[in-house]
């Protein structure tokens, strides 16, 4: 796959269909047989895979908040939510009426808004239940689309992980560089101690980062390839390893590794190869990770 976006997508707006299968695919088994492993023969839950009933587009661009008060009108009040708020769209001709699921949640049904692109820039997803009342998309109605290899390459720009890729069981959210995605106030929770030691006694052994692999050798690099220090010995241990790649139309690649923090790779402008032909790449830092939080004994 090749592709040569723009790390800003749009001056106006423009919509990216999000591949919930390729999301999803992954893990949903997962995560189904890990909470039926944990309920209680007596919990009067119910567990079902609904994610093929929706559709997600994230919205990118300075016009965005512009086009989506437009399409909420007089109903919608004008407002957008803060980062993390689903707050449902209320009905226009193009943007269904958000109304109430089987336990009254509004995004059940309809379309909701979820503060935030989930692609590292400025925007929000609009989550839609399968058909859409009105046949519509949601609020994407007008806005160009962008194809599926420059959302793969945007979201390898940007560092936001994938299941499959960064998400698996050998990382957790943490090594992610998702601080922000984890509570550290909520009530007990599974791996919430583990977390919790990591954080206050500096344990994160591994970082996300990206890679900038130079032409032509980057079209060579794959997930699983090992990341040395340029300068690095034969037989010295790997500083990490590639996760995704994206190939660039005019040579190299954009690629996301996890890093050894401790080393020197894990810093921005890092010379680096990867591989067994030893590609040529530059460590770069990701906009979609969020900083760690001060340990508990600094607070």
Same mark, same amino acid.
Not at 86 to 113: I, K
Not at 145 to 158: D, F, G, H, M, Y
Not at 190 to 214: D, F, P, S, W
């Given at each position: 796959?090749?592709?040569? !976006? ?9 919509? #990216? ?13 997962? =995560? ?57 769209? +209320?009905?226009?001709? +193009? ?12 995004? &059940?049904?309809?379309?909701?808004? &979820? ?58 959210? =943490? /090594? ?37 692999? #130079? ?15 340029? /300068? ?23 690629? &996301? ?33 969020? !900083? ?8």
């Amino acid at each position: 796959m090749t592709t040569s !976006p723009s790390p800003s997508p749009s001056p106006s707006a423009v919509a #990216a269909p999000i591949d919930g299968d390729a999301l999803l695919a992954r893990v949903v088994h997962a =995560l189904m047989a890990r909470f039926d492993k944990y309920l209680f023969p007596g919990d009067d839950v119910e567990l079902a895979d609904v994610s093929a009933a929706y559709t997600l587009t994230a919205l990118l661009g300075d016009g965005v908040a512009e086009h989506l008060a437009a399409v909420r009108g007089g109903g919608g009040g004008g407002s957008l939510p803060d980062e993390g708020a689903w707050v449902p769209l +209320t009905g226009t001709d +193009t943007v269904p009426a958000a109304a109430a699921g089987a336990a009254g949640e509004p995004w &059940l049904a309809g379309t909701a808004l &979820l503060a935030g692109s989930g692609l590292g820039l400025p925007g929000f997803r609009l989550l839609t239940r399968l058909p859409a009342t009105d046949g519509g998309d949601g609020g994407a109605a007008g806005l160009p689309v962008l194809a599926a290899a420059e959302v793969a390459a945007l979201r390898v720009w940007a560092g936001v992980p994938a299941a499959g890729a960064e998400i698996t069981d050998d990382a957790n959210p =943490l /090594d992610a560089r998702l601080w922000a995605a984890v509570s550290w106030d909520k009530g007990c929770y599974l791996g919430q101690e583990t977390i919790a030691r990591l954080r206050t006694y500096n344990g994160v052994r591994l970082a996300l980062y990206g890679l900038n692999v #130079a032409a032509p050798a980057g079209g060579g690099v794959a997930p699983g390839d090992a990341v040395r220090l340029a /300068d690095a010995a034969d037989g010295d241990k790997p500083a990490g390893v590639v996760t995704s790649v994206v190939g660039l139309a005019k040579g190299g690649a954009w690629a &996301l590794a996890y890093l050894r923090v401790k080393g020197g790779a894990a810093t921005p402008g890092v010379a680096v190869v990867v591989g067994e032909e030893r590609a040529a790449a530059v460590v770069r830092d990701i906009v979609h990770a969020s !900083p760690p939080p001060l340990p508990p004994s600094k607070l």
